[in-house]
């Protein structure tokens, strides 16, 4: 069965600092995506970033860049330049292209400190 | 262009009682999924649509079920209502027929008592 593990259930750091929150998963496939998306609170889940398998550059959006590690099964996000915007769930997500089914990890609380 | 819109968005049930919920994608998306998030099991999968056929379903009792219609809205409806269903339930929409990246609604909050 696939699987998504977040280790961090929550976080903080400070306004303009960077953080890394961290992801593994766990899947037989090949071909898949990876994301992160962000809960903020009483707010709607919008997408942070995305990660296609086969490609082996990481994404980048903005202050947001992703590690990924395929081999590892690793897919880290990097938040730079903290902002108290940035304070949410984030949740890493997987889904393998004929599956139709996305799993998520149980999340991550980032508080961001002024 | 709208966003992926729910219906109703807060609800209050009682055991026993059954629900619908609605979700209305984002024009010219095809593919709708639900799922159920609560503090204690964080977010999981419900099921999954697209034009018109449930192509995936989660580890739900048969008390869930679902449908879509000709314009990609999507119903979820939850028969006999447990205490346990209190959650809040997310649509998601997207174009892709892989899925990819999926755009959420703001959620339908059920309580039932």
């Known amino acids: 069965a696939q699987t998504v593990t977040q280790s961090q259930p929550e976080m903080s750091v400070q306004e303009a600092e960077t953080v890394t929150l961290s992801c593994t998963y766990d899947?037989?496939?090949?071909?898949?995506?990876l994301f992160w998306y962000k809960q903020p609170p009483s707010r709607q889940m919008i997408l942070v970033i995305r990660?296609?398998?086969?490609?082996?550059q990481n994404a980048t959006e903005n202050r947001f860049s992703v590690n990924f590690q395929k081999a590892a099964k690793s897919f880290s996000l990097k938040i730079s330049d903290s902002q108290l915007g940035d304070t949410a769930m984030y949740f890493c997500?997987?889904?393998?292209?004929?599956?139709?089914?996305?799993?998520f990890g149980a999340g991550t609380r980032l508080f961001v400190k002024a | 262009k709208a966003g992926v819109t729910q219906t109703p968005r807060y609800l209050i049930k009682t055991r026993g009682q059954q629900v619908t919920l609605s979700c209305s994608p984002i024009?010219?998306?095809?593919?709708v999924s639900w799922y159920q998030q609560t503090p204690g099991q964080g977010l999981q999968f419900l099921f999954e649509?697209?034009?018109?056929?449930?192509?995936n379903k989660g580890n739900f009792p048969g008390r869930f079920s679902g449908r879509q219609f000709s314009n990609s809205r999507s119903e979820m409806n939850v028969s006999t209502l447990e205490l346990g269903d209190s959650a809040l339930y997310l649509c998601?929409?997207?174009?892709?027929?892989?899925?990819?990246?999926?755009?959420f609604g703001p959620g339908t909050r059920l309580t039932v008592t």
């Open positions: 998601a929409s997207s174009r892709d027929r892989s899925m990819g990246e999926q755009y």
């Open positions: 899947t037989s496939e090949s071909n898949y995506y």
């Open positions: 990660q296609e398998a086969y490609k082996q």
């Open positions: 997500a997987f889904i393998d292209t004929g599956g139709f089914k996305t799993i």
């Open positions: 024009s010219g998306h095809r593919s």
């Open positions: 649509y697209f034009s018109e056929t449930q192509r």
